[in-house]
């Protein structure tokens, strides 16, 4: 089934859809660069089933797998020269948020040449170099598979940002729901937090529109129908297509509408070395204050987020849907010292001025910090 949306990456979404990824990717070149994680996506058996289907449709392959959880510059660097190297004409991602992000850096990297570091922090132009890039998400949260950006840590710097621009929006998205089945709960419901996230920022950002929030509500309500029964043990086929629905959506809001200051108060979380703490859950971390301080500025946007979550309230409703995914934490909890926060602080890059409040500044951004410690 292919779901049109308004951007340049053409959606098939459906069950078992990985099995046609060999048929996409003939489109659009004859080696393939493979690159994922380091270990679910190969011991789940999707790799070899991907290779197969590559090779089926007379594609050669060569596979990176070393993409770390948060995706390192190195690594990008490593595997744009491997495919430089093997003379791969096309890139197919596969695996959560990080593997994506780590795709795309590769996918331009291999086509411009020089190190990915050059890029991190910059907004590419339309017309730079990059190879064909599938993606074949695994989890159902980042929407990675129809954004325009990747979010990469320079090992040099020690600096966590983004590589933005319409050249990284993906050929194709082969969203299959099946390969969420192996996710760990856990990584269930951060990954679906994200998504959540997406929905609730791209309805309320500088850059939201009627149709993003109609995206959000359709988002968000796919997420307060299914998400309960998978925490309570009720996985089905139907609960993995809602929650994948609503990850391709809050990412299509993502690449239409933005995201808001809980993106960057998370991004930010990797200038402190060693913080081990998982996209969704940063984002979980912060959103509370960030709700207590924004909700007021989008009154009626934030009474229908409510409503569609069985609340009187955003911040309740957050609240009870944090509480129910075991995602109420402090930074404190995560061994963050006070004495960090101006580290955090100082980490934060992107576009502040997409947020609802009307002037973000470095004392706006320590509160939100203070009261999330």
Same mark, same amino acid.
């Given at each position: ?132 890039? =599938? ?185 009870? =849907? =944090?509480?129910?995914?075991? =995602? ?46």
């Amino acid at each position: 089934m292919k779901l049109d949306f308004d951007i340049p990456t053409q959606v098939e979404f459906g069950r078992g859809g990985l099995h046609r990824i060999g048929a996409f990717a003939r489109e659009h070149g004859t080696h393939a660069l493979v690159v994922t994680g380091r270990s679910a996506v190969r011991a789940h058996g999707y790799l070899d089933r991907a290779l197969v289907s590559l090779r089926s449709a007379g594609l050669r392959t060569t596979v990176y797998d070393r993409v770390s959880a948060n995706p390192r510059s190195d690594e990008v660097d490593e595997a744009a020269a491997l495919a430089r190297r093997n003379g791969c004409d096309v890139v197919v991602g596969m695996g959560g948020g990080s593997a994506l992000d780590a795709a795309k850096g590769v996918a331009v990297t291999a086509g411009t040449g020089g190190s990915v570091r050059d890029l991190i922090g910059v907004t590419l132009a339309a017309d730079i170099p990059a190879l064909p890039l =599938l993606a074949v998400p695994t989890t159902a949260g980042s929407g990675s598979e129809v954004t325009k950006g990747a979010i990469i840590t320079d090992t040099v710097r020690g600096f966590r940002s983004g590589v933005r621009g319409d050249v990284l929006f993906p050929r194709v998205a082969v969203v299959d729901p099946d390969l969420v089945a192996s996710v760990p709960p856990a990584v269930l419901t951060e990954t679906a937090f994200d998504a959540f996230a997406h929905a609730v920022e791209g309805s309320v950002s500088q850059g939201a529109t009627e149709a993003s929030r109609a995206l959000a509500r359709e988002a968000v309500s796919l997420i307060a129908d299914h998400l309960p029964l998978v925490l309570r043990g009720a996985d089905s086929p139907a609960a993995r297509e809602a929650l994948c629905r609503a990850a391709v959506i809050g990412g299509v809001n993502v690449a239409t509408a933005g995201t808001c200051l809980p993106h960057r108060l998370q991004q930010a979380m990797g200038s402190l070395p060693g913080l081990g703490i998982s996209h969704g859950r940063g984002l979980a971390l912060v959103y509370p204050s960030w709700l207590r301080h924004t909700a007021p500025l989008a009154e009626d946007t934030f009474a229908t987020i409510a409503a569609l979550l069985g609340g009187e309230t955003v911040h309740g409703a957050v609240d009870r =849907l =944090l509480t129910s995914a075991g =995602l109420h934490s402090r930074l404190r909890d995560w061994g963050v010292a006070r004495g960090d926060i101006d580290v955090l602080v100082r980490g934060v890059s992107g576009n502040l001025g997409n947020d609802p409040a009307p002037h973000v500044d470095m004392e706006y951004l320590r509160m939100l910090y203070a009261e999330s410690y």
